[in-house]
C-alpha cells in the first residue's frame, strides 16, 4: 500500500470516530437544569406533582431546585404537616430535589430550618435573589 493510501485510511477512520461520537453525543439527551418557583399556598400538591412528572418524564435525567417563598412555605412546616406533603416530598428529595426556603420569609414567618421538612437550604439572600442564581447557573425557570 502507498504512503497516500495509507494516509487516506487513518484520515478515513478517525472521521468515522469522529462521527460515531458525534452521533453518541447526539442520541445522549443533555441533563436538563430546572428550578420551581413556588409562593402560592393553593399550589403545593400540584407544584410536588408536577416535580414528580418531570423526574418520570425525563427518566432521572433532570436537576432540579425547588424556591419556596411567602405562604406556601408554611406548608412545608414539619409539625402538623400532612401524611401526604411530607412523603410526596421526602420522596422527590430522595430523587435529587434541592429545596431552598426563603430567608426573608422564614424571617417573617418565624420559620427556622428546623421547622421545615429534612432537606430545605435556606435562601439566606432572598427567595427571588436564589431564583435569579440558579437561572444564571443555566437553570431554566418555571412557575406553575
Known amino acids: 500500500m502507498r504512503r497516500r ?10 472521521g468515522t470516530m469522529v462521527g460515531l461520537k458525534a ?3 447526539a442520541t445522549q439527551p443533555a441533563r436538563l437544569k430546572v428550578a420551581y418557583h413556588l409562593s402560592d399556598l393553593d399550589k403545593v400538591n400540584f407544584v410536588l406533582g408536577n416535580i414528580k412528572n418531570h423526574y418520570e418524564g425525563t427518566g432521572g435525567n433532570v436537576d432540579i431546585a425547588l424556591v419556596v417563598h411567602g405562604p406556601a412555605l408554611a406548608s412545608f412546616k414539619s409539625k402538623g404537616i400532612s401524611a401526604a406533603i411530607s412523603g410526596r416530598f421526602a420522596g422527590l428529595v430522595q430523587q435529587g430535589l434541592d429545596p431552598h426556603a426563603c430567608g426573608n420569609t422564614m424571617h417573617g414567618m418565624d420559620i427556622t430550618l ?23 447557573q443555566g437553570y431554566v425557570y418555571l412557575r406553575p
Open 5 to 14: 493510501d495509507m494516509f487516506h485510511a487513518v484520515l478515513a477512520g478517525a
Open 23 to 25: 452521533t453518541q453525543a
Open 114 to 136: 428546623a421547622d421545615l421538612l429534612a432537606g430545605f437550604h435556606a435562601a439566606d439572600q432572598g427567595g427571588v435573589v436564589k431564583l435569579a442564581e440558579l437561572q444564571s
